[in-house]
DNA sequence: TTGAAAATGAAATTCATTTTCATTTAGCAT
DNA sequence: ATGCTAAATGAAAATGAATTTCATTTTCAA
């Protein structure tokens, strides 16, 4: 099931999606890789979507604009994408690896709903400097983090109620 | 490989091993499961480790007490653990599904090391407020959260320092 | 244009997790 | 104590996501 997500970010501009495909062929050149069409089309297709998507998630996608790329070649260029940073893997309670483009966003966190499964973005720039503080107390070179909070959403409690009547 | 943990909690004492049993087994009772000697070898098994433990690395370590327990005994176990509160899981960046105990544990967070994966506890009460702050900021009925900080450990750092010189 | 290196995608493999099922056991009622 | 019934057990099979293999096709630099 594609997670519905909550946040305010607008589309990627023209101009933003120029800058991403820029950053991943640098990164292809660098390791020696070759731009292709099939490539493009991934990559198009993940930076269009708001989505958390999974692998296969993207496939689908992917397959509506190109009904002939495999699912290996999605897998593997997501995995590309990692490499140089435009996408990052979130761990999501269903178990399944979840990406989401990383390419000029602000540093945010997720709260997830356990009973939907809907994650609503949120914003705090304390959980950064927190990252901050940590590293330096521990000696520990912090390079990201992780924050997730978990609950019930605000349409489950209402649904839930509304059986209890 | 066995997640190497560092953090500053004792061993469970005589006293804090029988409350968790009591929490477990009231447990049972309350879903009507039976209390059986595996199970008991397993919380034991569990509740004497204090790294992040894998079933199946719960399962070796089982074994070396009971050989006779078999691997899907382990995994039912640990579900009714963590039903009970006496384990959660903890998403780690290798992909499988961690387990720690839970049971008189303060609210703590994880530094992951991704060069050689060791994991340093740290405890931030900041964190907990803000699970809080958001929720209520959101309407969100916040129950629990995950907080983690990836990077580099102060030994990696040396190590690979040394390599380059 | 051409050839070497890389990419592709279908299929096979791996591996953790979960389920199935025949057998054994716990614990309640007698 | 004894029998009974629901639950537990554990070996094996099933599942399903992630990853690898390999024969074929494509890219791109010389």
């Known amino acids: 099931m ?11 501009t023209r101009e933003a999606m120029r800058e991403a495909q820029d950053i991943f062929y640098k990164h292809l050149r660098r390791v020696g890789l070759k731009h292709t069409e099939q ?6 297709t993940f930076l269009d979507t708001r989505d958390h998507l ?30 140089c940073g435009l996408a990052s893997a979130v761990p ?11 390419f000029n966003r ?16 949120f914003f705090s720039p304390e959980v950064g400097k927190l990252e901050e503080e940590i590293g330096r107390k521990y000696h520990f070179d912090a390079t990201r983090h992780n924050f997730q909070i978990y609950g019930i959403c605000e349409d489950c409690r209402k649904g839930s109620a509304r059986k209890a009547i």
């Open 2 to 12: 594609l997670q519905r997500r909550i946040d305010d970010h607008a589309p990627p």
């Open 106 to 121: 602000r540093s945010h966190h997720h709260m997830v709903c356990t009973e939907c499964g809907a994650s609503v973005e």
């Open 39 to 44: 490539r493009d089309t991934i990559l198009r």
């Open 92 to 102: 999501f309670p269903d178990g399944t690896a979840r990406y989401e483009h990383q």
């Open 54 to 83: 999974s692998t296969d998630e993207l496939f689908r996608l992917v397959k509506k604009r190109d009904a002939k790329i495999g699912f290996t070649t999605v897998y593997r260029t997501l995995k590309l994408l990692a490499e």
